[in-house]
């Protein structure tokens, strides 16, 4: 466990497993780094594992008042940096998928390989854009309750993955979501990145996802045949909650 200041920024990380390989396991939206503690553990013998809060979620900060996907993806690499850690293998949950490619983008010299577990590779259309600024001013308004009513059962049908998820929101800080909303607006098309890059890519997604479809992940596919799909049955937007050991599985591949 551990904090460094980078980039107007406090990250926090845990860092455990035996592992030679560093793998960044990066949470998605409106979470913290525990949503991948059930299948970290399972992956303790296989990698040195390094589970960071993105800034304004859990227990890291920002002093900034408007960032970028790109700006959590500098965070990283500094952590990385900063921790000794030349390069690592980096999984992305959703938002954190977003972080991961930007991550690939700017600093592809870090990065060994890639998982996107749940998450998409295209920008977001004009209406999305809209609703997420939307959620942000409601958000700000009424606090994290808003993101954790609306999302939640969204998430998974399981009742003890939905509970889990909705005391994880709720303990979030509402202006820190508010700025990942609008970071998440304004981020990239990651599509030509993922095209062309040379790093090794997986795909890990439920085909119960209500947030992100599978088709997106087999869309993406589509674009890199090389990249291997495990795609999860019955598996909603949390793998790493209701599918710890394929999810583990799966993420082996990047060793
Ligand atoms: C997430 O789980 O991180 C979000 O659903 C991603 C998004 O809203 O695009």
Wanted: hydrophobic share 45%; proline share 6%; aromatic share 6%.
């Amino acid at each position: 466990m551990g904090k460094v200041f980078v980039n107007g920024s406090t990250i926090f990380y845990e860092r455990v497993g035996e592992g030679r390989k560093p793998l960044v396991l990066i949470h998605g939206f409106p979470l913290d780094h525990t949503i991948w503690a059930p299948t970290a553990e399972l992956l303790l013998d296989d990698f040195d594992l390094i589970l960071p809060d993105l800034r304004g979620f859990g227990g890291s900060f920002s002093s900034a008042a408007s960032y970028s996907v790109a700006d959590m993806a500098d965070d990283l690499a500094a952590l990385l940096q900063t921790i000794g850690v030349q390069s690592a293998a980096l999984a992305g949950h959703s938002m954190g998928g977003y972080v991961a490619l930007a991550f690939a983008s700017k600093h592809p010299y870090l990065v060994e390989s890639l998982a996107l577990v749940a998450s998409q590779i295209a920008g977001d259309s004009p209406e999305k854009r809209e609703s997420r600024y939307q959620t942000a001013r409601e958000i700000q308004e009424k606090g994290a309750s808003v993101a954790a009513d609306s999302m939640t059962a969204k998430f998974s049908a399981n009742p003890q993955t939905q509970a889990a998820l909705r005391e994880m929101m709720l303990r979030q800080n509402k202006d820190g979501m508010a700025s990942a909303l609008r970071a998440m607006a304004e981020r990239a098309d990651s599509t030509p990145l993922f095209s062309m890059a040379e790093h090794p890519f997986v795909l890990i997604h439920g085909d119960a996802d209500e947030l992100i479809p599978v088709e997106r992940a087999r869309e993406a596919r589509t674009l890199r045949p090389s990249a291997p799909l495990f795609e999860l049955p019955g598996v909603g937007h949390a793998p790493m909650l209701d599918a710890p050991q394929q999810t583990a599985a799966a993420l082996r591949s990047l060793k």
